[in-house]
């Protein structure tokens, strides 16, 4: 069975920092690439950023550029998504998703077959 566990959300304030993690287990996803979202109180689910297989390619929302850093760990079979500058805009649920077979950086819900429960990230004025 996959699973994937995202760890490492809370509270901070404005312009603090937090690092999320995404442990994967049930198959390796060395071979794809692995993204994270993030969903807002009354808001849909959004893309954040994602990296290829290999971590040569990164992408992110404009709202995030600067800001955040998305990396990974194929020997531990992991996702990390490092936030600075945290702006209480940036307040939602993170999901760590992988897709099944993309190797590069999908941005769209639908190009994504595995999803983590999800982490809080709580960001206060």
């Known amino acids: 069975q996959v699973q994937l566990v995202e760890s490492g959300g809370g509270s901070v304030q404005a312009g603090g920092s937090l690092r999320l993690s995404c442990a994967a287990s049930g198959r390796t996803f060395s071979r794809n690439a692995m993204g994270w979202f993030r969903q807002a109180p009354g808001k849909e689910r959004e893309f954040v950023a994602a990296i290829s297989w290999n971590g040569g390619i990164t992408t992110y929302v404009d709202a995030v550029k600067g800001r955040f850093t998305i990396s990974r760990d194929n020997a531990k079979n992991a996702v990390y998504l490092q936030m600075n500058s945290l702006k209480p805009e940036d307040t939602a649920v993170y999901y760590c998703?992988?897709?099944?077979?993309?190797?590069?950086?999908?941005?769209?819900?639908?190009?994504?077959?595995?999803w983590g429960q999800g982490t809080q990230v709580t960001v206060s004025s």
């Open positions: 998703a992988a897709p099944g077979s993309y190797y590069y950086t999908p941005t769209k819900e639908s190009e994504y077959d595995y």
